[in-house]
């Protein structure tokens, strides 16, 4: 079990930031009671923008404004999950001095509130980016262009995503270290997943796959519907066995595990930089300055600093002992792009001079989804609408303090199952598919948060949603993942301008077999449904046909493809971009000591040296990385 570690502890919201969020949300409740519940769902995201006005007071609170030339033992680019922990780790040593540079700013009170995650991809906290239209997939989304939520904001994706907490499988790791990469094994990383780890999980408290004592809150979602109760008791009808899917064995069906802190989101910034940046002087945190090149002496290959903006003013900031790029799977390949690291051909066809030839983005694997398929059932009230909730649940939340009501819901999501197929050549122990119980759908913000966020057709709301939210209909979908796909994507730079969007291909379903894992998936959670749990609650399939798919049967097999190549979504599990292996390897980008091959001083501490897809949501991982990557630094250097 990882030693305690007192030095970060989590650390619960304001009772100012409490006090923001009841005026916010009891106003939209009780002074709008006119409006349409799509009216009140705009006010409530056109509010939750305005709040970005603590940026504001962070600002004149902590002015931080760079000082050109300063100097500091370590910089980190990017204060996301990886880049957060391994910054708060460094500056735990007095003598170390740390930058840890955000082209985002703070969280905000929405940030904090699950329910509305849903909301945050249409924020300035999501860099907002879409891929290249895909000719196999996204068919429903505006211009095939499938979103790709990427978090712009101290806490990185981990203030913007659904807050799923899932490590993977030990096999994922040993696979890790078998493919060149020792000190990545399973019994080698599990110790800095649980070094995070603050475990409040009721019936696991003696597990030792759980540590208590880190800076990092992980619970089980306090709301739960009957909905969800239903599914758990089906899924077990169905023959799979309940688990602790962060434990021995994933397999299984589970209440879901979440990064919050009593029912509030608990985001890297939350649990290690919030709580300890007023108390370390040696850790400076810049935030709102974009990072464009990694200045590199070409002659010794050595990094030593990094360019930067900051109030449209050019900025650099030098590194005494190393600068570590932890901006994510995008941006830190962009990065080492736009510095002359990366594939030869790209960097001379756009003018960037080229220090170093590696594979970089010429890989990138990530999790599609199936969104749904969706059921409706014969309850009331058990849906998350976000119309739905009431201000005497927004008092008990705020001023009691209830972790239990809907607004502690992450997005929706309730349970995760973890499947094998028989297709699978893969061993029993390994899932290939998740299910993703969520006590919703588009319909459950009336299209106003996720549709706008995921770049859905209006045509896929309209035809197969709106009618569930105008009638309030209960239903519940269940997202279909595939953890091992075949497909493999790719990210290259358009143009030598740092402030360019990177282009991004996933090429999802280019590998004719991920679409029928899919099918697979959508199979065992239609045999889940007739289940005697499901069919207490009148659970049967929503008939509304995805548009594009008309000239199919109706839930026949070739029916459920089209739906796969349309309702085509990501939960943004994008990885190896930057791959780890040995320098053997050419499809790598970094050792195992996450060092930038042929280059010194120069590392990639975050999910884009994952090298193949987890079976996995990467924000734990990330985390891990973090923590790993700050004890191979401290070895180093100490």
């Known amino acids: 079990m990882a030693a305690h570690l007192p030095t970060i502890s989590p650390m619960q919201s304001t009772q100012n930031s409490h006090s923001q969020l009841l005026l916010l949300l009891v106003s939209l409740l009780l002074l709008f009671p006119g409006e349409s519940h799509g009216d009140v769902n705009r006010l409530l995201l056109d509010q939750l923008n305005q709040v970005g006005l603590v940026n504001l007071l962070e600002q004149a609170t902590r002015p931080n ?77 505006n211009n095939n262009e499938c979103a790709l939520p990427r978090g712009k904001v101290l806490g990185g994706t981990s203030s913007i995503n659904y807050m799923i907490y899932n490590r993977g499988n030990r096999r994922d790791f040993d696979g890790w270290a078998a493919a060149g990469n020792p000190g990545w094994s399973y019994e080698e990383v599990l ?76 985001s890297a910034y939350s649990a290690y930089i919030k709580p300890v940046r007023d108390f370390r002087p040696n850790l400076q945190i810049f935030t709102f300055s974009r990072v464009t090149r990694i200045l590199i002496d070409e002659g010794t290959k050595t990094a030593y600093g990094v360019e930067f903006h900051y109030k449209n003013k050019a900025y650099t900031f030098k590194a005494r002992r190393e600068v570590i790029i932890s901006a994510g799977t995008f941006n830190s390949p962009q990065l080492l792009m736009l510095s002359g690291i990366g594939p030869e051909d790209n960097l001379k066809a756009i003018g960037i001079p080229l220090i170093k030839a590696l594979p970089v983005g010429k890989k990138m694997y990530d999790h599609m989804c199936h969104f749904g398929p969706t059921f409706v059932t014969n309850t009331t009230g058990q849906t998350t609408f976000t119309s739905r909730v009431t201000a005497a649940e927004v008092l008990s939340y705020l001023l009691a303090g209830n972790p239990a009501t809907k607004l502690s819901s992450i997005g929706g999501v309730e349970a995760l199952a973890f499947l094998k197929t028989q297709r699978s050549k893969l061993p029993q122990d390994w899932p290939d598919i998740e299910l993703i119980m969520v006590t919703g759908s588009l319909a459950s913000d009336e299209g106003t948060g996720l549709k706008l966020g995921a770049n859905f057709k209006d045509e896929i709301y309209d035809r197969m949603y709106r009618e569930l939210a105008d009638a309030e209909q209960d239903h519940f979908t269940l997202l279909v993942m595939q953890f091992h796909p075949k497909s493999i994507g790719r990210l290259w730079l358009r143009d030598r301008n740092p402030l360019s969007w990177p282009m991004i291909d996933p090429k999802y379903f280019i590998a004719e077999e991920d679409v029928e894992f899919l099918l697979d998936g959508i199979k065992a959670s239609l045999r889940i449904i007739q289940m005697p749990a499901m069919q207490r609650i009148g659970a049967r399939l929503l008939k509304r046909t995805v548009p594009g798919c008309e000239s199919f049967k109706f839930a026949s097999d070739d029916y459920w493809r089209c739906s796969i190549r349309t309702l085509s979504y990501t939960l943004h599990h994008q990885v190896a971009t930057c791959r780890m292996g040995p320098e053997t390897d050419p499809t790598t980008v970094v050792n195992h000591q996450l060092k930038v091959h042929g280059m010194r001083r120069l590392r990639v501490v975050d999910t884009s040296v994952i090298p193949v897809p987890p079976t996995a949501h990467t924000n734990a991982a990330a985390f891990m990385i973090g923590e790993k990557a700050a004890d191979m630094i401290r070895s180093e250097w100490s």
């Open 65 to 141: 404004v760079p000082q050109d030339l300063s100097n500091y033992d370590f910089i980190v680019v990017g204060a996301g999950a990886a880049g957060s922990s391994l910054a708060a780790r460094l500056s735990e040593n007095p003598q170390w001095s740390v930058a840890l540079i955000e082209a985002g700013g703070v969280e905000n009170i929405a940030h904090l509130t699950p329910v509305v995650a849903g909301y945050l991809q249409q924020t300035a906290s999501n860099w907002g980016y879409k891929s290249v239209p895909q000719k196999l997939s996204c068919h429903g989304m």
């Open 191 to 266: 110790p800095y997943f649980l070094r995070s780890e603050n475990a409040q999980l009721q019936g696991l408290e003696n597990s030792p796959y759980h540590n208590h004592s880190g800076p990092l809150s992980v619970e089980y979602v306090r709301f739960r519907s009957k909905l969800v109760d239903a599914f758990v008791e089906a899924s077990v009808e169905s023959g799979l066995p309940r688990t602790d899917y962060n434990g021995e064995s994933q397999f299984g069906v589970s209440y879901v595990q979440a990064t919050t802190l009593n029912g509030r989101r608990h």
